[in-house]
């Protein structure tokens, strides 16, 4: 597929004081007949979203054949890569109990945006932050111990009330889809150094699939208030001609500590909150729509080579 450089395409995004601060990969030319990811997934018998329908309901896609491979493959590869950078892997619970959910911010806040099991009074998980960082609540943890680099793959479940149009057609916004995480428990004076590294490992991992990518710094508006600075990574989509979030990367620095009373005894013996930080690395349905999307040629859908030993195969076709 022809490139040409990134930075010829104009970095667009909904809120104007969200500040575009880096770019990189390179923009994909596709002929004029170029089909969408849906249109892409249905043709290769990939992604069966009217299945999905039927069982579930929408937003929750069935993904056949090479499509649920490329899944596997997607995960295991980020699992690795995270591993490799110094990362524990976590397999965690998908639903916790209501004190979990309030330590990380999500309730009572986005409580409309949870499926709630209410017989038991838990819910599912929206993101593996959730459980992961709840690993530490009421935990004092040694100073030798910092900091804390935990990765977990982990299906995420979503209400996402009031969205529609064009941003929810196939995998652009889903009720279930997997994503794997990483979570950081840092000392104060080192989580703002541990952000750049984290931001640095999100951004390798577009470079390996060869995604062209910028990074956003979000204006307060647009952040939770759970977090202190928030960088959302978009990749973009060659048949959409839209930027996709794919991962945000924040820092909450004391205020998921304080709320789980996260703290570290320092080399002084005094008891201080830590700052916790995590991201996505990353979210798969975005990304599958842009390999889906920006790799079609006449043969097939080319798999990026990073992934090829995950997937056996080269091309879907």
């Known amino acids: 597929v022809p490139n040409v ?5 104009p970095a667009g995004k909904s809120a104007a004081d969200n500040v575009v601060e880096k770019t990189g990969g390179q923009m994909p030319e596709l002929s004029d007949d170029a089909l969408p990811h849906w249109d892409l997934a249905r043709k290769y018998n990939l992604i069966d979203f009217d299945l ?7 937003g929750f896609p069935v993904y056949v054949g090479k499509g649920a491979r490329l899944q596997r493959a997607l995960i295991q590869f980020f699992l690795d890569q995270a591993t490799a950078a110094g990362y ?3 397999q965690p619970p998908y639903v916790v109990n209501e004190a979990s959910g309030y330590g990380t911010g999500q309730l009572p806040d986005k409580e ?3 499926y709630h099991c209410t017989a038991d009074n838990l819910y599912l998980i929206p993101t593996a932050e959730v459980p992961v960082t709840n690993l530490y609540r009421d935990v004092i943890i040694p100073a030798d111990r910092l900091p804390i680099k935990n990765t977990a793959y982990s299906a995420c ?3 996402e009330a009031g969205s529609y149009g064009k941003d929810v057609r196939g995998l652009n916004r889903l009720h279930q889809f997997d994503k794997v995480e990483i979570v950081r428990i840092e000392r104060p004076e080192d989580s703002y150094a541990a952000l750049e590294e984290m931001k640095d490992h999100v951004q390798s991992l577009l470079d390996k699939l060869g995604l062209p990518w910028h990074i956003l710094r979000l204006c307060g508006g647009d952040m939770s208030f759970t977090s202190a600075i928030t960088f959302d990574f978009e990749v973009w989509s060659a048949a959409q001609k839209r930027w996709l979030e794919v991962s945000s990367v924040s820092n ?3 205020y998921q500590a304080n709320r ?3 703290r570290y005894r320092g080399d002084d013996k005094k008891i201080r909150l830590c700052h916790t930080l995590n991201g996505s690395a990353l979210a798969l349905p975005r990304i ?3 390999l889906l999307e920006n790799n079609q040629t006449p043969d097939g859908i080319v798999v990026p080579e990073c992934l090829r030993p995950y997937t056996g195969f080269a091309i879907i076709d």
Do not use: N, S
């Open 112 to 114: 409309g945006q949870m």
């Open 52 to 58: 999905g329908v039927k069982i579930t309901g929408a």
């Open 288 to 290: 599958v729509a842009a």
């Open 157 to 159: 479940f979503r209400r």
């Open 88 to 90: 524990t892997e976590i």
């Open 5 to 9: 450089p990134c930075a010829a395409v």
């Open 252 to 254: 909450f620095e004391t």
């Open 260 to 262: 789980l009373h996260c």
